[in-house]
């Protein structure tokens, strides 16, 4: 019992020290997106808010924000690859014509790296992200 809740305890721990790693300051949140996609060569395809080759990052923040396991999602999305997934999530109802719909696996980015700039995203302030009905 005492091992199950030092357990416990730690992974409380380990939970809020992870919570605590997003900041709450959106241009810092922005600051720390743009420094990991320029380390990894994200920017090539994507901005923040410009949709480049693909998807702007707050485009993604608001599809994804709020949904089951959207971090796992994302991150096995960056790490093994995504086809055609914004086909079906139709860009259209966000004002956006992407020109690529594939992103390659991307291998340089360390999956704990990949986790970091995922929860970065969906932190984003997506409160005037225009959506179509
Ligand atoms: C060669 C261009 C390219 C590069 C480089 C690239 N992406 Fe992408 N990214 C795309 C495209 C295209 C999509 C949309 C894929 C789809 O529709 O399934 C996408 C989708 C995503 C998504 C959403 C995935 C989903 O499941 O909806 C995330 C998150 C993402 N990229 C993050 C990154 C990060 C982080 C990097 C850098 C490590 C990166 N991308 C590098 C082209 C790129």
């Given at each position: 019992m005492k091992k199950l809740l030092a357990g416990l305890i730690g992974l409380g721990l380990i939970f809020s020290i992870s919570a605590n790693a997003v900041p709450k300051n959106q241009k810092e949140i922005e600051r720390q997106i743009v420094k990991i996609a320029k380390k990894y060569g994200c920017l090539t395809c994507h901005d923040i808010d410009k949709p480049k080759n693909s998807i702007p990052y707050r485009v993604i923040a608001k599809e994804y924000q709020g949904?089951?396991?959207?971090?796992?999602?994302?991150v096995t999305s960056i790490k093994y690859a995504s086809f055609a997934k914004w086909?079906?999530?139709?860009?259209?109802?966000?004002?956006i014509k992407p020109r690529a719909i594939y992103m390659p696996r991307q291998r340089s980015i360390p999956v704990e790296e990949a986790e970091k700039i995922v929860k970065l995203i969906l932190s984003l302030d997506t409160s005037k992200v225009k959506v179509k009905k």
């Open positions: 949904k089951p396991d959207a971090v796992k999602k994302l086909q079906k999530i139709g860009p259209a109802k966000y004002g």
